[in-house]
């Protein structure tokens, strides 16, 4: 099982970008889905969650500004993140909760992405 982010970049104070987050490989289900974020110096924290159910919570920093949502056909989860401020300048990682199978055998397991950049200009 793999999850492959992208979408990052550098944008001015105000603007918007959009975080992907794609899973592959021998998938059963993908129960819950997120977004974390980890700025230089600082720990890594939870920005957004969405559940299979699509329930969301998010941090309070980003509530009002970034939207969480998933395709389960896809297997993707998205962050829209809009208004964006050098505050939210980080290494974005998406992570699953993921039932993988193999050899009639599954188990349920967290998978991170590899990070994708996200630096905010002012």
């Known amino acids: 099982v793999q999850l492959q982010a992208s979408g990052g970049g550098l944008v001015q104070v105000g603007g918007s970008l959009r975080l992907s987050c794609a899973a592959s490989g021998s998938i059963f289900s993908i129960n819950d889905m997120g977004w974390h974020r980890q700025a230089r110096g600082k720990q890594r924290e939870l920005v957004a969650r969405i559940t299979r159910g699509g329930k969301t919570n998010y941090t309070d920093s980003v509530k009002g500004r970034f939207t969480i949502s998933r395709d389960d056909a896809k297997r993707t989860v998205y962050l829209q993140m809009n208004s964006l401020k050098p505050e939210d300048t980080a290494v974005y990682y998406c992570?699953?909760?993921?039932?993988?199978?193999?050899?009639?055998?599954?188990?349920?397991?967290?998978?991170w992405g590899q990070g994708t950049q996200v630096t905010v200009s002012s």
């Open positions: 992570k699953a909760s993921i039932t993988a199978y193999r050899s009639g055998l599954t188990w349920t397991s967290d998978y």
